[in-house]
Nanobody, 127 residues
Framework: QVQLVESGGGLVQAGGSLRLSCAASGRTFNFYLMAWFRQAPGKEREFVAAIMWSGGSTYYTDSVKGRFTISRDNPKNTVYLQMNSLKPEDTAVYYC????????????????????WGQGTQVTVSS
């Protein structure tokens, strides 16, 4: 059994910063990929960023490139999302996800690629 627990969300003014954390527990030894997705009210869930558990390659959606940074701490089984220069359009529930495999190419943007999901943490950016 794997559990993912997000923390670090909150209310911040535009231009501010937040750091989200996702702590994994359970059978984490065979994680291949971890990612952050978000879902704004009335919108579909969208990919934000992903990181390879081994090697650390990172991937971002265009709208957050240069502002968000995904990182991981393998001994702590934790992945982070540092969010800077936040905009009101970043307002959403942010979800952590983990995958035990990788289908290749840009499959990391698909929610179906991931086996485990956290409960989500709310990020609200005021203008």
């Amino acid at each position: 059994q794997v559990q993912l627990v997000e923390s670090g969300g909150g209310l911040v003014q535009a231009g501010g910063s937040l750091r989200l954390s996702c702590a994994a527990s359970g059978r984490t030894f065979n994680f291949y990929l971890m990612a952050w997705f978000r879902q704004a009210p009335g919108k579909e869930r969208e990919f934000v960023a992903a990181i390879m558990w081994s090697g650390g390659s990172t991937y971002y959606t265009d709208s957050v490139k240069g502002r968000f940074t995904i990182s991981r701490d393998n001994p702590k089984n934790t992945v982070y999302l540092q969010m800077n220069s936040l905009k009101p359009e970043d307002t959403a529930v942010y979800y952590c996800a983990a995958s035990q495999g990788y289908s290749g190419g840009a499959s990391y943007i698909r929610g179906s690629e991931y086996n485990y999901w956290g409960q989500g943490t709310q990020v609200t950016v005021s203008s």
